[in-house]
Every structure is written in structure tokens, then in C-alpha cells.
T-cell receptor
Framework: EAGVAQSPRYKIIEKRQSVAFWCNPISGHATLYWYQQILGQGPKLLIQFQNNGVVDDSQLPKDRFSAERLKGVDSTLKIQPAKLEDSAVYLC?????????????FGNGTRLTVT | GESVGLHLPTLSVQEGDNSIINCAYSNSASDYFIWYKQESGKGPQFIIDIRSNMDKRQGQRVTVLLNKTVKHLSLQIAATQPGDSAVYFCAENEGAGNMLTFGGGTRLMVKP
């Protein structure tokens, strides 16, 4: 099966600019996650979707970050305006259901550099 | 690709030796644990998982051990190969849903 697809692969922007990332999960996976991975650290959850609804966004900095999954398949994550500390890899993951204890499958991420 | 984990703890092993990577988790209520492998420039790749009602689980060349008493998880890799070189993360499911919390990671370097 095809894996989780993410684009772009790399993005460089200046602080205060906006940026958007796109994710297409594994076909049939109802649950989608966005994680932020700062260099040298483990991934940190930003938001979880079940179909087109938000399950948890408690770790999402909502003053500048937003995410949507309008049709319950693809998702976009936006940052506006970006700060230097947003430089990180943004990983999208999906799982086959929301039930507890099912593995997450990750894409290769978008590497964001804010200058 | 970019380097994952410039300042992570590092385990260096000789090719063919066994590797043991350790992880301390934080929440005694966590009931599901996963080990992920992350190569430079790639996303985390699932290796093996274990539920809290087990203390050992084996896969192909990998074994995960869970000690709930001391909240400790380990990943054993048998006959380590150069392709095993990567950063390894443990993750725990400590919430009501299916949200994983990741540890800080360990870099495994395999010497030929």
C-alpha cells in the first residue's frame, strides 16, 4: 500500500511569512495526526483528526497554527505568521482507526526553516 | 538529508553484535508502547509494539521488554547490521485516545 504522502519536502521562509503543508494519509485511514519534530527531539503531537473532526488540538498554538481536514481525507497545516522557533520537521501520520493501541504510520515530513 | 538527533545519546556497536536500547517512560497509566526507527531525512518507521499486559514480545531480529515496576522499556536488536543505524524512539499511549507521546531518542551507530 502507498504510504503517507507529504509536500513540500522542504520550505524556507522568513519570519512573519505564512506557510502551508499538505498531507495525504494512507487510503482508508480515518485518523490523521500532525506532529512537530524539532531537531534533536522526539515528535510532539500538534493535532489529531478523526475523519473531518478534531479529536485533540490541545498542543496546537492556535494563535498562529491552524489545520483542517475538510473532506476527511487530505489535510493541510498552516502557520501564520511564522516565528524562528517554528523551524522543525512537520510530520503527518495516519492510523486505521481511532481505537486505542493501533500503530501510527508516518510520512517523511516537511522540513521548515524560518529565517 | 538532514541529520536527526544531533545531540542525542549514542550507542555504538560492532556489526554482528546485539544492541540494547533503553527507554524510561513517564506515565504508569500508559498501556501501549511502540518503538520507532527514524533514518536521516525520513519519518519514523514502526518496528514493534507491546501492550501493558505483556512483558516481552519478539519480532524479526527485535525483542521488546517491558518492566512496568520501574517504568522501563528496552529494544533488543540481534545481529546488528549497518542498515540498523538510525535514531530509535520509544513512544507511549498515555491518553484516552490513540495519541502517542515520544521519548527523546537514541542514536544507534553500527561499525562495520
Amino acid at each position: 500500500e502507498a504510504g503517507v504522502a507529504q509536500s513540500p519536502r522542504y520550505k524556507i521562509i522568513e519570519k512573519r511569512q505564512s506557510v502551508a503543508f499538505w498531507c495525504n494519509p494512507i487510503s482508508g485511514h480515518a485518523t490523521l495526526y500532525w506532529y512537530q519534530q524539532i531537531l534533536g527531539q522526539g515528535p510532539k503531537l500538534l493535532i489529531q483528526f478523526q475523519n473531518n473532526g478534531v479529536v485533540d488540538d490541545s498542543q496546537l498554538p492556535k494563535d498562529r497554527f491552524s489545520a483542517e481536514r475538510l473532506k476527511g481525507v487530505d489535510s493541510t497545516l498552516k502557520i501564520q505568521p511564522a516565528k524562528l522557533e517554528d523551524s522543525a520537521v512537520y510530520l503527518c501520520a495516519s492510523s486505521s482507526d481511532r481505537a486505542r493501541n493501533s500503530p501510527l504510520h508516518f510520512g517523511n515530513g516537511t522540513r521548515l526553516t524560518v529565517t | 538529508g538532514e541529520s536527526v538527533g544531533l545531540h542525542l545519546p549514542t550507542l555504538s556497536v560492532q556489526e554482528g553484535d546485539n544492541s540494547i536500547i533503553n527507554c524510561a517512560y513517564s506515565n504508569s497509566a500508559s498501556d501501549y508502547f511502540i518503538w520507532y526507527k527514524q533514518e536521516s531525512g525520513k519519518g519514523p518507521q514502526f518496528i514493534i509494539d507491546i501492550r501493558s499486559n505483556m512483558d516481552k514480545r519478539q519480532g524479526q531480529r527485535v525483542t521488546v521488554l517491558l518492566n512496568k515496576t520501574v517504568k522501563h522499556l528496552s529494544l533488543q536488536i540481534a545481529a546488528t547490521q549497518p542498515g540498523d543505524s538510525a535514531v530509535y524512539f520509544c513512544a507511549e499511549n498515555e491518553g484516552a485516545g490513540n495519541m502517542l507521546t515520544f521519548g527523546g531518542g537514541t542514536r544507534l551507530m553500527v561499525k562495520p
